[in-house]
């Protein structure tokens, strides 16, 4: 979540980031960074961020913070790899697109003047106004703005899963004589519990380790965002053919159990 901290952190984001997790809905806001810390850690979370939420106020654009992580937010959507959502709050679309009015004064003001990345700034700033938002002027409430970006976010992070996004399968094939094995990669769509299709799915795994005599190691992995079926793809293929392998074991919760009892539970 990209916002003005000083203007809104203890109201209106608080609010929103008690929403957020009311509906499980994964999300970093930077309530531990301080100024001091580095920008990379931010420009790291949004890397790795499948749906960006840039929340404009009149004093928005006093942070030169807020700024940079937008330009870096627009960097990765032109990139394709990350959807944005602008909230408008109690600030004019228009002003934000062309920095006008009062916003547009604080992002000229004397704090800024001078500052070599303003016409970054600014393009970024007109790019997000053509993203599909959310302007608090069209609601009666902040609980009804809240409850739409809830749901908005929502609807990004499914349409991002349903469209493939993160859900590449990678097979490695290892040679037990020469360690100098193949390496492939097909995508497939990744299962949810609640969606049909399951059994494509897990065909078109099985069609990848068919071959149950093969002497080669082969580490599998597959690749997704939280909630759409990894595990679920994982434990339908072990149930379905484990009778076919000489040794087998399925160990859920790897990461869980290692921080309790560190890696030597494995051996």
């Avoid at 810390?37 to 106020?57: G, M, P, R, T, W």
């Avoid at 897990?202 to 069609?207: I, S, V």
Wanted: aromatic share 8%.
């Amino acid at each position: 979540v990209n916002f003005r901290g000083d203007e809104l952190r203890d109201n209106f984001i608080s609010h929103l980031e008690k929403a957020l997790k009311d509906e499980k809905v994964p999300y970093f806001i930077d309530n531990h960074l301080v100024p001091s810390d580095d920008l990379e850690i931010l420009f790291k979370e949004i890397e790795d961020s499948k749906v960006a939420l840039a929340v404009f106020s009149q004093q928005y654009p006093e942070s030169k913070w807020c700024l940079d992580e937008l330009v870096k937010i627009m960097e990765k959507v032109k990139e394709d790899k990350l959807k944005v959502i602008p909230i408008f709050f109690k600030v004019k679309v228009e002003d934000v697109k062309h920095q006008t009015g009062e916003f547009g004064l604080k992002l000229t003001g004397r704090g800024n003047r001078g500052e070599s990345n303003i016409a970054k700034w600014k393009n970024a700033l007109t790019s997000v106004t053509a993203k599909k938002g959310l302007t608090s002027a069209t609601y009666s409430t902040e609980r009804d703005l809240i409850v739409d970006i809830v749901e908005a976010v929502k609807k990004a992070l499914d349409k991002v899963s349903q469209g493939g996004e993160g859900t590449i399968l990678r097979s490695i094939n290892i040679s037990s004589e020469s360690f100098n094995g193949n390496i492939f990669s097909e995508t497939i769509e990744q299962p949810r519990r609640d969606l049909p299709g399951t059994e494509q799915r897990l065909k078109k795994l099985e069609d990848i380790l068919f071959d149950f005599k093969c002497a080669q190691l082969r580490i599998i992995g597959i690749v997704g965002m939280p909630g759409i079926g990894k595990t679920t793809l994982a434990e339908l293929y072990f149930n379905r053919w484990n009778h076919e392998l000489v040794f087998n074991k399925l160990i859920l919760g790897i990461r869980e159990k290692s921080k309790d009892h560190g890696s030597n539970w494995l051996m």
